[in-house]
């Protein structure tokens, strides 16, 4: 994974709350099986309206989404994370974010943080005045700067020092596993249990 | 969720997180915490499995692992290849996938294929007092049992492949008590729904949710996992109810269901789970379950929803801007008038199915309500079993004559119309009465408009064409509702 310190572009606003995962990519792009090729697919549905903020000029290679509240609701699918990724988002901010939505983002190196709503609005003003102006938003002072705006936002400090350090989440849990076997060997007999496959022989 | 020494008073998710601690986070890192059962279906795990196959990892534990084809599965002509192409290679995907790295999996046409939430319950996998996790939000589901159940990411899902466990920032607590006797007709969907409308589809955010109190209690197996399906809906991660004897009895002699000694050790520990009196939850929620009616959503959040004998809302009379806005879009979107009566809205479908009511007893009651009835002109009303089981369950009770008699569709299992995914959409305008759990635009198809109901109301509306209930039918269900009445 990438480091993630200050991603700074154009910033896009997203003017409607409870954007729902369901929104930000259809269920039928989820039938792809690779992990990357999505930008096509987000905010599919909205996107065929030709005035719908992302098929404004001003903000072609937009990088920094500023949502309403309730961003990332719904459905898990990680596929809203690669598809605002692979357009190019590298941040989103909004009052509130789906407690799903976030941990992905966290995990794909998207930052997603929260601002007050009162702070959602300044920008939007201020990139209505000025659509196409850049943001850029700090992850070590965990602050938003927009024109004349400084605000800041709330992130968990571990997600944080992930993406400030480019760690990948299974290396790291890797790291313990002398006490996932001690734990696994103290384990009670009635726990689940699944009747595996026979691995092909050779393997 | 605040770990202190065992003596003070805990509540039931603490004390199953506490058992599953591998390694306590310190500083503000998160927990290391175990997870017993993961469940797998073909849309969030392909690119989890590829993360293996990059990074030379093994699954850890197949043995803790299961998988079944549910989303994109078509419900007719399950022995033909999958028309559409990119289904049969997500499909295909996780078959080559479940063999590679020795997984178990039930494919269509296998008898325990079908919603993968309806399958770990009916193999007697999910259990009290252990984690079950799956890249699917709907996992809250298996809390039903007093299990810890969330859904995860697909990074996640290859997380919990290599390592069997999560690093997970425990959750914060909040009890929903349910108090009260639910009258004939009213149903567990009738109590979710109402929840979700009161704490809103934010409430639950960062919660587990508890449901607690006497309509709970009354409620069937069926009718908690119809709750707690929803929890995700009212924005928290789970929801849970403390097992019981009525737990105990749905699970004893099931497949993996514990046996002999096993049974015994496990029974005495799930006796152990309930919250303790003078535990202290970080948040409280009350429902009057005498007040219930029969509840059906108008909007395009499953917190947009009312009594059925109520109107559609004014959203100029809602006080909160952004409530406000979402209103008037959702009436938009959905084409309806502020003012109307719900009970004068006309649908073109009805879909009787989903994880959140596919189980034996849903098609029971929506089975009971249609006997020896006609389903309205014009509207196409379509039954999905949750798995193979069921519906060979429900055929041996011949709900399927009875489906087909009254001039429904009788189909195989899989999500089906839930999602448009697979070939049973909404096209675009059509209205649905719909015993899922999501009524977002184009969930059910592109421009499909849904109202969430339970299979009461369900059953009902495919009879009279308009949003109804059992009430407006002259006849009481005193059937099992959900087991409500049982
Ligand atoms: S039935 Fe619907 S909500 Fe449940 S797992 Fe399938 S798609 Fe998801």
Redesign the interface.
Known sequence: MDKVSVVTGVAVPLER??V?T??II???F??????TGFDDALFY?WRQDPDFVLNRAEFAGARVLIA???FG??????HA?WALRDYGFRAVLSP?F???FR??AG??GLLAGEISEEDVERIWAAIEAQPGIEASVDLVSKTVTIGEITAPFVI???TRWRLLEGLD??G???R??A??TR??LA??????????????VGD | MNHVSPAVPRTLAEKVWDDHLVVKGEAGSPDLIYIDLHLVHEVTSPQAFDGLRLAGRPVRRPDLTIATEDHNTPTLDIDKPIADLTSRTQIQTLRNNCAEFGVRLHPLGDIEQGIVHVVGPQLGLTMPGITVVCGDSHTSTHGAFGAMAFGIGTSEVEHVLATQTLPLTPFKTMAITVEGELRPGVTAKDIILAVIAQIGTGGGQGYVLEFRGSAIRSLSMEGRMTVCNMSIEAGARAGMIAPDQVTYDYLEGRAHAPKGEDWDAAVAYWKTLGTDADAVFDAEVFLDANELEPFVTWGTNPGQGASLSGNVPDPSAIADPNERSSAERALEYMDLEAGTPLKEIRVDAVFMGSCTNSRIEDLRAFASVIKGQKKADGVRVMVVPGSARVRIEAEAEGIDQIVKDFGAEWRFAGCSMCLGMNPDQLAPGERCASTSNRNFEGRQGKGGRTHLVSPLVAAATAIRGTLSSPWDLGVTANSTSEGVNA
Do not use: C, H, M
Not at chain 1, 187 to 197: N, Q
């Open positions: 709350a409870n729902d369901d929104q259809p269920a039928v989820l039938k792809r099986v690779t992990k549905a309403g509240p309730d609701t719904g459905s898990s699918r990680e994370v509130r789906g407690d799903i941990g992905n995990k794909q968990d400090d571990y989440d299974i790291l849990t890797l313990d596993e006490q996932i734990f696994e384990r009670e007999t009635w726990r689940p249990r699944t009747i595996p496959v026979q691995q092909a």
